[in-house]
């Protein structure tokens, strides 16, 4: 990203731009970033795309037309599905993209091979936008809070980033709350953050299996019937459980071979300190007990999906005898 930011600094933009991945927060960003410095509040040389489908014959032609009493014109295209399938005709015009064009493409899934991705890179600059480490995100927030004048401590923003997870968007509001409840403060404490933050439903699933495998049934319920009045699917509930207890199955076997927690986080692309949350439970299990809630989880989706149990029954099923 220190390509887009060197860019946008000294206004020196590349015939096109791709801007793809997880992380929305930053594709938002940066498109927003670069669309201001290309144009600014110029709309008769900009124009939006949007979804598949589109008409890129139609594009091509915009591309090639001289941008009217403008040093350029900017071409945005989101959502396109290009980089998957029916992107060869863009692929071909790019050699021939003219200078007073910018063409910025937003994408969530790109295929790296092909034609289109592989011209992109050639003729312009593509930018990946991955989930943020620990330490970045830590950074990040920290400097948004500094810009407020408030300070918080490691920990501090450890419990913070631990209730908000790895989504930017979710941290940026969390971090408004904050800035909002602790008016009149320059420091932001541990209360605070468990006062005001609110905690994401993956959260909530840890402490669920937590108190599953911790035979607190009662506890375990409540937590669901919290879910279920969040609006949450209880399928979706389901796969969330069974999703973790594949962590929790990978985690105790990498730990078991001696790996590291930032290479366990690495490998199973989650955050360190949501490793550092399934270790201890990963350890006071075995393998055999990880392994026979696994086979629950599968046996009871399919158990709804044969209309044999309905979606909500099922889960409770599960959390009553899982353990």
């Given at each position: 990203m220190q390509t887009l930011n060197q860019d946008i600094k000294n206004r020196t933009f590349k015939r096109v731009y791709l801007l793809y991945g997880e992380e929305a927060f930053l594709k938002k960003s940066y498109k927003n970033r670069l669309k201001e410095a290309v144009s600014g509040e110029d709309t008769m040389n900009s124009h939006s795309f949007q979804g598949k489908g589109l008409n890129l014959s139609e594009i091509i032609s915009l591309a090639d037309t001289m941008p009217f009493f403008a040093e350029k014109r900017l071409i945005l295209i989101e959502d396109s599905g290009l980089f998957k399938s029916g992107g060869e005709a863009l692929a071909e015009y790019l050699p021939s993209l003219t200078e007073t064009t910018c063409m910025i493409l937003v994408e969530t899934e790109v295929d790296k091979?092909?034609?289109?991705?592989?011209?992109?890179?050639?003729?312009?600059?593509?930018?990946?936008?991955?989930?943020?480490?620990?330490?970045?995100?830590?950074?990040w927030a920290g400097g948004l809070l500094a810009r407020e004048g408030k300070k918080i401590s490691g920990a501090t923003m450890e419990l913070l980033l631990s209730k908000t997870?790895?989504?930017?968007?979710?941290?940026?509001?969390?971090?408004?709350?904050?800035?909002?409840?602790?008016?009149g403060r320059d420091v932001i404490t541990s209360q605070d953050v468990e006062s005001i933050c609110t905690t994401q439903v993956t959260n909530k699933i840890f402490d669920m299996v937590s108190a599953i495998?911790?035979?607190?049934?009662?506890?375990?319920?409540?937590?669901?019937?919290?879910l279920l009045i969040l609006r949450e699917p209880p399928m979706r509930i389901l796969f969330l459980i069974a999703r973790q207890f594949n962590q929790l199955l990978m985690v105790k076997e990498m730990a078991e071979k001696g790996i590291s927690k930032g290479e366990i986080a690495s490998q199973l692309k989650i955050p360190p300190f949501a490793v550092g949350k399934l270790l201890p439970q990963a350890r006071s299990m075995g393998k055999e007990q990880i392994t026979a809630c696994v086979r629950l989880c599968v046996d009871s989706e399919e158990a709804v999906k044969q209309g044999r149990l309905g979606d909500r029954l099922a889960v409770e099923l599960l959390i009553c005898h899982a353990w």
């Amino acid at each position: 990203m220190q390509t887009l930011n060197q860019d946008i600094k000294n206004r020196t933009f590349k015939r096109v731009y791709l801007l793809y991945g997880e992380e929305a927060f930053l594709k938002k960003s940066y498109k927003n970033r670069l669309k201001e410095a290309v144009s600014g509040e110029d709309t008769m040389n900009s124009h939006s795309f949007q979804g598949k489908g589109l008409n890129l014959s139609e594009i091509i032609s915009l591309a090639d037309t001289m941008p009217f009493f403008a040093e350029k014109r900017l071409i945005l295209i989101e959502d396109s599905g290009l980089f998957k399938s029916g992107g060869e005709a863009l692929a071909e015009y790019l050699p021939s993209l003219t200078e007073t064009t910018c063409m910025i493409l937003v994408e969530t899934e790109v295929d790296k091979r092909s034609r289109l991705f592989k011209g992109v890179k050639k003729y312009g600059y593509a930018a990946e936008m991955v989930r943020q480490s620990p330490a970045q995100l830590a950074k990040w927030a920290g400097g948004l809070l500094a810009r407020e004048g408030k300070k918080i401590s490691g920990a501090t923003m450890e419990l913070l980033l631990s209730k908000t997870g790895d989504d930017m968007e979710n941290i940026r509001s969390e971090l408004e709350k904050l800035i909002s409840y602790t008016l009149g403060r320059d420091v932001i404490t541990s209360q605070d953050v468990e006062s005001i933050c609110t905690t994401q439903v993956t959260n909530k699933i840890f402490d669920m299996v937590s108190a599953i495998t911790s035979r607190r049934t009662k506890q375990a319920m409540e937590l669901y019937e919290d879910l279920l009045i969040l609006r949450e699917p209880p399928m979706r509930i389901l796969f969330l459980i069974a999703r973790q207890f594949n962590q929790l199955l990978m985690v105790k076997e990498m730990a078991e071979k001696g790996i590291s927690k930032g290479e366990i986080a690495s490998q199973l692309k989650i955050p360190p300190f949501a490793v550092g949350k399934l270790l201890p439970q990963a350890r006071s299990m075995g393998k055999e007990q990880i392994t026979a809630c696994v086979r629950l989880c599968v046996d009871s989706e399919e158990a709804v999906k044969q209309g044999r149990l309905g979606d909500r029954l099922a889960v409770e099923l599960l959390i009553c005898h899982a353990w």
